[in-house]
């Protein structure tokens, strides 16, 4: 028998704990003779009754598994704890909020006994409202050009992995993660379902304007090199015009004996110190960017099959 693991963070959703614990129930019930399974709960910390709800259903099942953090952590740590935690042959990780449709779980789990070891529900479509889904769309343009990792389009964090996958996890230390953005460096035999993704079930997102910033900026902080080359092509720009300045006023000094002041003579060579200081502050970063790549202390490589090796 192998395990089924899923983990489900869940931060002020004592309506849809119920809900989704019954479907998820029928779902892996139906998959039983082949499965064993438990779902962890990972409390966020909600003051409201998540709390109780996770616990009543602990209480009548032996293979549903709460773990509450002792402050709000966030989603993304909060999903890192789950998967710590995690002790099944696949892994699953979903919203508590049914946008994250169960049923899909079954097309996940086929393509995993076929082959592949991560599986990434893809939406299609979205029902979220218009500012939201609009970001949305431009994050991922945004940062899709800017990253210097590959990473699959249009998925969330609703995916299985493999045990494998887990256990290369584990290793990757960094603090201030997006894990999507994790799996996607890590690769892997990866394949999508696509879905379209459902309105929230209850209640408003949790996701406030801060925490989607302060994700925007891990994003491109940790997968990107952008913000460190632009200060190299604003310095290569001021280069470019403070010659075509200089050349321009020796041309029309020598040429047209025009008088110049000292100060516009001056104002070529702030430029060239200007431009000097761009570069400078550029290459600053490229030190800074490479003490930082050390610190995060990520693997080199990850090994995915190993054959005749002891
Ligand atoms: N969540 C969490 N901690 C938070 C915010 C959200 O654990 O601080 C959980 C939440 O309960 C849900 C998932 O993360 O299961 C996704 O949150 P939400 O549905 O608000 O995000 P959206 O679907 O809008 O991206
Ligand atoms: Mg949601």
Redesign the pocket.
């Known amino acids: 028998m192998k395990t089924i693991s899923i983990i ?6 004592e309506q849809n704990i119920p809900i989704i614990f019954e479907t998820l129930r029928k779902i892996l019930s139906s998959l039983s003779d082949k499965y064993d399974s438990e779902i962890i709960f ?1 409390n ?1 910390w909600s003051i409201d009754k998540t709390w109780d709800e996770i616990l009543k259903l602990c209480k009548k099942n032996d293979n549903v598994k709460w773990l509450n953090l002792s402050r ?4 993304q740590q ?1 999903l890192t704890a789950g998967y710590m935690k995690a002790s099944g042959d696949l892994i699953i990780s979903m ?3 049914m ?1 994250d449709p169960p049923i899909l779980i079954l097309k996940m789990i086929k393509k995993w006994e076929k082959w592949f070891e991560v599986v990434y529900a893809r939406r299609i479509k979205r029902h ?1 409202r218009f500012l ?1 889904k609009y970001t949305a769309i431009a994050y991922y343009k945004l940062l899709a050009n800017f990253s210097d990792t590959k990473i699959p389009r249009d998925v ?1 964090d609703f995916r299985l992995i493999d045990k494998k996958v887990l256990k290369a996890f584990k290793k990757l230390k960094e603090k201030d993660r997006y894990i999507r953005w994790i799996f996607a460096w890590m690769w892997f035999k990866t394949t999508f379902v696509d879905y379209e993704r459902p309105e ?1 079930f209850l209640w408003e ?3 406030t304007w801060r ?1 989607m910033i302060k994700l925007a900026m891990d994003w491109i902080l940790n997968f990107s090199t952008f913000p460190l080359k632009i200060w190299a092509i604003i310095g290569f720009f001021i280069i470019i015009l403070s010659n075509i300045f200089f050349l321009y006023i020796t041309y029309d000094f020598f040429i047209n004996w025009a008088d110049y002041p000292l100060y516009k003579w001056i104002n070529v060579v702030l430029l060239w110190f200007m431009w000097l200081l761009f570069i400078f502050l550029w290459i600053l970063w490229e030190y800074i960017w490479r003490i930082y790549n050390e610190t995060r202390e990520r693997p080199l490589y990850i090994i995915s099959e190993k054959v005749n090796f002891k």
């Open positions: 489900i963070p869940a931060y002020r959703e990972v966020d709000n952590f966030w989603h909060a919203d508590a909020d946008q979220d939201k969330w929230r997102t949790s996701y925490k």
